[in-house]
């Protein structure tokens, strides 16, 4: 904090609010128990130092929980590759809404950064993971458009097998920074370095399959708006891959300068 701030434009307001129950619950019951002075100061001073410490896992809480929201638009689109068309208006409102979901968890890292501007990697890592759930939500507009079939579907369905993963990995890359520290040893570091691995892996992985699926569908698309549909759908699956290896490369960078380093 700085001179002059107030404490619920730092930690926001449920936080100060809960602090300050607790301080005026310490001081009460030290003073009647005829705790020393130093010592209940010293009580409050330790529990406002884990109100700050909690900043940066409370972020990092609404980027897994963005995480989670990619991974259910991904096994969406997946799911609805071998769906019937009955379904296809209530999977286009279950996409909407989850991308509903994640935008408004950018807006509340937004509201964060504001009160603690040093924390601003978090806001650039969940809008760069938001441009993957806004793929993922196109992907499953475009789905509704054609009924897709023939040897293409299956290059279809390999991609976005990999996009579930993907975004499964990105979750544990997230879970594991929690559990990283300043003084981190190699068993805490090597799963999240392998997470990020991983994402990075299945980026290349999806592009090879994002061009064998272009390449198949020229050759055996019925039509050219089932040659499009096809091609349109691969292509957001890719840029979605790109946008999480884009964020876990932000990530990795941060852990190991300013986390593990810092």
């Known amino acids: ?31 009647l128990s005829g705790a020393s002075h130093a010592l209940i100061h010293d009580r409050i001073r330790v529990t406002l130092a884990t109100h700050f410490s909690n900043e940066e896992r409370q972020l990092l809480r609404i980027a897994a929980d963005h995480a989670g929201l ?24 279950r996409a909407r809404r989850f991308e509903h979901d ?3 968890l950018v807006a509340e890292t937004r509201q964060a950064i504001r009160r603690r501007p040093e924390f601003g990697i978090f806001l650039a890592l969940l809008r760069g993971a938001d441009d993957a759930a806004d793929e993922l939500e196109d992907a499953a507009f475009l789905l509704d458009l054609d009924m897709l079939d023939g040897k293409p579907l299956e290059n279809l369905q390999t991609l976005a097998d990999l996009l579930v993963e993907d975004s499964q990995e990105w979750i544990k890359a997230l879970s594991h920074t929690t559990q990283i520290g300043l003084s981190a040893g190699r068993a805490e570091t090597e799963d999240f370095l392998t997470a990020i691995d991983r994402v990075t892996a299945l980026e290349h992985e999806a592009d090879d399959a994002e061009r ?16 499009h549909v096809f091609t349109t759908i691969g292509a957001k699956f890719e840029a979605a891959a790109d946008a999480l290896k884009h964020v876990s490369l932000m990530l990795r960078d941060h852990v190991l300068e300013d986390v593990i380093d810092g």
């Open 70 to 93: 990619i991974f259910e638009l991904a096994s969406l689109v997946r799911d609805g590759l071998q769906a019937s068309a009955e379904a296809a208006d209530k999977r286009a409102k």
């Open 1 to 31: 904090m700085h001179f002059g701030d107030r404490l619920c434009d730092v930690l926001g307001d449920a936080e100060t609010l809960a602090f300050l129950r607790f301080v005026f619950q310490t001081a009460t019951e030290g003073l």
């Open 102 to 104: 994640a935008d408004q």
């Open 212 to 227: 064998a699926l272009a390449a198949c569908a020229v050759k055996h698309a019925k039509d050219f708006r089932q040659l």
